[in-house]
C-alpha cells in the first residue's frame, strides 16, 4: 500500500521556519519524483516545490524561491521542505505527492498523494 505522510506543520510568527517531512512508503523511493503543494480553502491547489527521482532537478514556484528549500533522504524515504522567512500567505495545508521518475510541467500529474499538515504563520 502506496503511503505519503506530511509532518511537520504548525503555528509560527511571520519571519519563523517550520520543516516539513514526507515519509513516504509502499513504492520504490528513488525511483519517483516528489513534490509539495499548498492549499488554502476556497483557492486552488498550488504547486511549492518539486525534486525529481535522487534528486537530479529542482524546481520552486516563484514566490518560495529563495526562502524554501526541498531534499531527499533516500535511506529513510524522506523528502523534507525547509520553510525560512515564513509569511503569513505562506498559510494552507501542505501536502506531498509522488509521480513516477520526473516532476511534471506545471505539477500536474502526481500519482500518489498523502494527507496534509496545517501551516500557519501569524502576522
Known amino acids: 500500500e502506496v503511503q505519503l505522510q506530511a509532518s511537520g506543520g504548525g503555528l509560527v510568527q511571520a519571519g519563523g521556519s517550520l520543516r516539513l517531512s514526507c515519509a513516504a512508503s509502499?513504492?520504490?523511493?528513488?525511483?519517483?519524483?516528489i513534490g509539495w503543494f499548498r492549499q488554502v480553502p476556497g483557492k486552488e491547489r498550488e504547486g511549492v516545490s518539486c525534486i525529481s527521482r535522487r534528486g537530479g532537478s529542482i524546481y520552486y514556484v516563484d514566490s518560495v524561491q529563495g526562502r524554501f528549500t526541498i531534499s531527499s533522504d533516500n535511506a529513510k524515504n524522506t523528502v523534507y521542505l525547509q520553510m525560512n522567512s515564513l509569511k503569513p500567505e505562506d498559510t494552507a495545508v501542505y501536502h506531498c505527492a509522488a509521480v513516477h521518475r520526473y516532476c511534471p510541467p506545471n505539477y500536474i500529474g502526481m500519482t500518489y498523494w498523502g494527507k496534509g499538515t496545517q501551516v500557519t504563520v501569524s502576522s
Open positions: 509502499g513504492f520504490v523511493f528513488d525511483e519517483y519524483a
